[in-house]
Every structure is written in C-alpha cells, then in structure tokens.
C-alpha cells in the first residue's frame, strides 16, 4: 500500500512538473521583448530541466537576435542607398551581446542530456550560423565607443567578440580567414586597460602573443596591468612570479629581462639581480643586457668592469645615446681613480681615459645637442679640466650655470 502511494505521489509530481512546463514554455513564447521573457526565465530557471533551459535561453536569442536584424537591416539600407534613416544604434549593440550571451547558456544546457538521458542538441548549428553577424558588428561598435572615450562599453564589445569564438558554440565554426582576431584582441585589452580592469587587459594581451604587428604593444599593456594590480606584499610576489613565467617563456625578451632586473634592483636583491644579468649575458647577449651590466657595475663604482660593458653594449648599437654617456661618465671617475692612486699625478694611462671620454662625450653632443636625453655639459667640462684644457672647458661654462 505505502509502495503505491508513493507511485501515486510520484505521478503527480511528474503530472505538476509536466504542466509547469509546458505553462512555461507557453508564456515565454508568448513574450514579446528580450527584458520580458528573460525575467520570466530566471523566475523559473532553478525548477527547469535541462531541455527546457535550453529552449528559454533559444528564446532569448530569437528575441535579441529580432531587435539586432530589424536595427542592422536599416543599417545596411542607408550604407547602399546613402539615406539616413534613424535606427537604434545602442539597442543594436545590446542586442547582439545578448543574443551571444544567451546563445552560450543555450548551448550549455543543449549539450546535456534530455529526459531520455540522451544528448541530443537542437540549436548549436542554427545559433552559432546566426549570430556570426551580430558577432562581427561588436568590432564597429567597440570602435565607436573607444573613440568616444566608452572605454567600459569598448571592452564589453571588443571583448565578447574574442571571447565568443572559444566558446563551445562555435567549436564546429571555420574562422581560418579571420585574420583580424588577434587585432581586436590589443583593442580588447587596450579598452580593458583603460576602464582599468587589468585582469582581463592582461588575458586578451595573452592572445596576442605571436602577432607580428601587435604582440608587442600588447606585452606593454599586460606589463602595466600587472604593475597596477600591485598593492600588497601577495601581490608583490605573484608579481614577480608572473614576471618569471614570462621570462621563462621569452628569455630573449629584452623588455621582460629588463622588468626584471627592475624588479629586483626595486627590492633591492642585488644578488638576484647579478645573477640574472651574469645569465643572460651569458646566453643571450644584447645591447640591454651589456647595459645593464654596466649599470649594476658602475652603481658599485666599479668603473673599470662597467666601462668594458658598456663598450659591449655600443657594439650592438652604437647609437644608444645613455650608454655613450655612461660610458663617458665611468672614463672620467677611472681617471679620477688612477690619478688619486699616483698621488695626484696625471698618468698616460688616466689621460687616455679622459681622452676616451671626451671623444665619446662630444659623439653625445653632436648627437643630443639640445641635451634632450642626456646632460653631457657638466661631464664634458671635467674632462677638459682634468685633462688640462682650459679653453674647451671655458666654452662650456655657459652650459653649466
């Protein structure tokens, strides 16, 4: 007996369950706007099956999907025949979101198993077909709001339209000719940076690693958004961790070398720091690295050791105009060395090296005139001092006032 009340109970519930429903299905059909049938959906969502979340969630993007063609289709129209008919350009945008958000969830519970336990999608094909060009339309819309200083609204845009395509959804979807999706991905985190939400600006950068154009600017932009989310010691070491996994990734980066370098001389871990230099001088030398060097020497007064890097570092690029300089400034304090060390006297040996660095420091001059980049005036007028000049250090006199 309690075996068949039970049965009973059972029936009923399925009966109730079954016209639940179907009384929802019924009311979200009838829905005439995406706000109406989206509140009737959530308001059932945590008694619905599995199937029939998906069937309110297709619902929501035939709705969305309504406004995004009724608005792009006077678009297009006023394109071809130059008319400007007022659309809902706003609206068009908050549609095609919707419509790939809501697409997303449907597919979700689409690929589940139904009543039968069977997994039997309906709508991946349809949906994913459909949406391709309310998809595409969040590039201009993502364009417009960057351009108006939206940049929330840009991240949102550019973001759903690199997001969507590592969506399940589009898994069958061929995007071998969107050659433009690692672009849109910098603006992704271009815009993201700058609503300053640096989680993301920092994972769409990711994306771009590879692109020859873009790959760079956007290793800035990730760099900069990991500087900003630094405000607690925590944060500091998955900073530095960070920092490390993308030097293990690129130890030829002279930009990521260079950030850490940065970060240990911010820290004040001189041995980190010289070891990491002594590394990659070793193994992938470069004018940065030589550079370096030579500023980790000449900190430490070791004038002699940094002027042979820097000269290293001037083989790379003889052009790089604060090395010179350096260079310069580390020829007159080993001059100063020798001369102390002789007990004032000014030996061939020190000469020389005032000799050197008055040539080097007037390659700066010619160069930076206008001191721009560097302030040669006062290490040039010591040279000429030191070496006895003093009619070229006169000259220079006016500069150095």
Known sequence: MKKMIMMAV?????????????????????AKAYQEALGILNSNLSGLSAEDKAQGYNRLVDLAMEKF???????????????????????MTEAALNAINAAIECDKYDQMPNS????????????????????????????DAYNEKDYKKAADAFGAFVNSRKAPLFSETDFSKEDFYTQ??????????????????SSYADICQGDKEFANDAMDIKILSMK???????????????????YEKEPESERIFSLLTEYYQATNDNAAKKALIQNQIEKYPSKMSWALKGESDMNEQNWKDAIDAYKK???????????????ALCENNQAITLKDASGGTLTPEAKQFLQDSINNLNK?????????????????????YLIGDEAKAKELESLIQ
């Open 10 to 30: 059972a029936a009923l519930v399925a009966v109730s369950a079954g016209a639940q429903n179907k009384d929802f299905l019924k009311q979200m059909k009838g």
């Open 313 to 327: 570092a001037l083989e790379f690029d003889p052009e790089f105009i604060q090395v010179r300089f350096n260079l």
């Open 69 to 91: 063609d009724k608005e792009n289709n006077i678009q297009l129209t006023n394109q071809v025949t130059q008319k400007n008919e007022a659309y809902d350009k706003v609206g």
């Open 116 to 143: 039968k336990g069977k997994v039997a999608p309906k709508f991946r094909k349809k949906n994913a077909g459909r949406l391709l060009p309310a998809r595409n339309s969040l590039i201009n819309a993502g364009q």
């Open 364 to 384: 700066v001059r010619e160069k930076d005139p206008n001191r721009e980049q560097v302030n040669w005036a006062y290490t040039l007028y010591q040279a000429y």
């Open 228 to 246: 900003a989310q630094m405000k607690t010691k925590e944060d500091s070491v998955k900073y530095l961790n960070d920092v490390k996994a993308l």
């Open 184 to 201: 849109i991905a910098y603006f992704a985190s271009l815009a993201a940076y700058n609503s300053q939400d640096y989680a993301a600006a």
